[in-house]
């Protein structure tokens, strides 16, 4: 599955509702350790359809970022049944990402 990118106005929609647990990826354009995890979101999107990936461009849309506390990024949330369930600052790899997302 794709990434999709989650705003405030379908985040309620694709992440709170969503049936699969979402890996919420929190990140910039111009961050660096945002940009050298991305490949591994991409990856873990592609061979994982049974989760959904987001990205929130937090200079997009901040108010995300603000309503959970976001203060460095990359900062990736996963949500499980509309649920936080876990959070993870800086760069992390696959193996983490998935062990929080429970894979």
């Known amino acids: 599955m ?3 990118n989650i ?3 379908n985040f309620e929609e694709l992440v709170l509702r ?3 647990p979402v890996l919420l990826d929190f990140w910039a354009t111009w ?3 945002c940009l ?11 061979e994982h359809s049974e989760i959904a990936v987001g990205k ?3 200079d997009d849309d901040p108010s995300l970022a603000i309503r959970f506390g976001i203060s460095s990024i990359p900062t990736l949330l996963v949500f499980k049944n509309g649920e936080l369930a876990d959070k ?3 760069v992390v790899s696959e193996e983490k990402i998935l062990q929080m ?3």
């Open 2 to 4: 794709a990434e999709m």
């Open 7 to 9: 705003t405030s106005s």
């Open 18 to 20: 969503s049936e699969k």
């Open 31 to 33: 961050c660096g350790p």
């Open 36 to 46: 050298m995890l991305a490949p591994t979101i991409e990856k873990i999107a592609k």
């Open 56 to 58: 929130v461009n937090v």
């Open 88 to 90: 993870s600052i800086g």
């Open 101 to 103: 997302l429970g894979i």
